[in-house]
């Protein structure tokens, strides 16, 4: 039977895919002392002006995020380095904090996340002799290294986030097995279901799909045990959207009506949404990342109709419970 080859490719978009949809858990989870606030991802921005690394840099993320530092605010740049095999980074990565100092003259954070599965006996050094001077000798550039596998796949399917329990089937699995990992991933996202995108979604499937190591037939059954059968219709509602998207844009070129007023509509939502996550995050200090996709589901009058409520509530779990209780109403009426 031959070896199923990994495609580093497909392997870091995943990782990538992963981080930056959870990227706050991701820092709950490795950096818990940590306190974030707003972030931004500028991938784009980078390659847009290091057009020559375009190809090495796909695999990255940069984020431009603020930063509690001896409780004091600052505005700091993230750079996560996805590697798939045991490598030396300590050249590219300084490199990179170059690049990034060049483009937004900020503080840089290089964070290295090794992703292959092999059983490291020896560390890697995180250490990289840049300069000189008369009084403090050698100075080094420093990095975080975060190795997956080190954790116990066990652990990381207690935990609440999904974010762990996908990285669960990365890390070493020695006592639990392929079939209890996947059915925790899928049991959790059936109880969050209502709370989460249809983009997350895509996610959970296509990680399950790339790294679950167990025939397809048995992850079927899985799905059907816990009512996560319908993953594959979002799937294809997601495809379906980013079609009738396209369309739509084609169709304003055009002037065809239909596609005008399909764009409309979607204007319409898209910018109540943004309003109604800003004022949320606003009123009850927290990420507004935290609220878009909540609102996902939402029609554009019952966001409105959120808005004015608003003013009565304390938390935002009182927001929230009021999205899931339209949520279910909205399931009622279908």
Not at 29 to 57: N, V
Not at 100 to 124: C, F, H, M, N
Not at 153 to 160: A, E, G, M, N, P
Request: hydrophobic share 35%; proline share 2%; aromatic share 10%.
């Amino acid at each position: 039977m031959s070896k199923k080859k990994t495609n580093p490719k497909s392997h870091d978009s995943l990782f990538k895919w992963l981080i930056s949809s959870y990227l706050l858990d991701f820092f709950e989870h490795y950096f818990p002392d940590i306190i974030i606030g707003e972030f931004t991802f500028i991938d784009k921005e980078f390659i847009s002006k290091y057009k020559a690394l375009k190809e090495s840099l796909k695999g990255d993320l940069f984020v431009a995020i603020e930063m509690e530092i001896n409780q004091i605010w600052h505005e700091v740049i993230i750079h996560i380095e996805l590697e798939s095999k045991r490598s030396d980074m300590r050249k590219r990565v300084f490199q990179y904090l170059c690049y990034g100092w060049l483009l937004k003259e900020l503080p840089i954070w290089s964070i290295v996340v090794y992703t292959d599965d092999a059983k490291w006996r020896q560390s890697l050094p995180k250490s990289y002799w840049y300069a000189f001077t008369k009084e403090n000798k050698k100075i080094y550039h420093e990095f975080d290294i975060i190795k997956v596998n080190k954790e116990k796949s066990k652990d990381l399917i207690q935990k609440k986030s999904l974010l762990c329990k996908l990285l669960a089937l990365k890390a070493d699995d020695t006592d639990i097995s392929r079939e209890d990992i996947i059915r925790d991933i899928y049991q959790t996202a059936h109880e969050m279901r209502d709370t989460l995108s249809d983009d997350q979604l895509l996610l959970i499937d296509q990680f399950v799909d790339y790294y679950k190591k167990i025939p397809q037939k048995t992850v079927t059954n899985i799905k059907k045990e816990v009512n996560m059968s319908f993953v594959a219709t979002t799937i294809t509602e997601h495809y379906i959207n980013i079609g009738e998207e396209l369309g739509e844009k084609r169709g304003e070129k055009r002037g065809e009506k239909r596609g005008e007023k399909r764009g409309e509509k979607r204007g319409e939502k898209k910018a109540a949404k943004r309003l109604i996550a800003k004022l949320m995050a606003k009123k009850f200090n927290i990420q507004s990342r935290r609220v878009m996709p909540r609102l996902d589901p939402l029609r554009t009058d019952d966001i409105m109709e959120l808005g004015e409520d608003l003013l009565a509530m304390n938390t935002y779990e009182d927001a929230f419970q009021w999205i899931d209780n339209r949520k279910r109403l909205i399931k009622v009426r279908r």
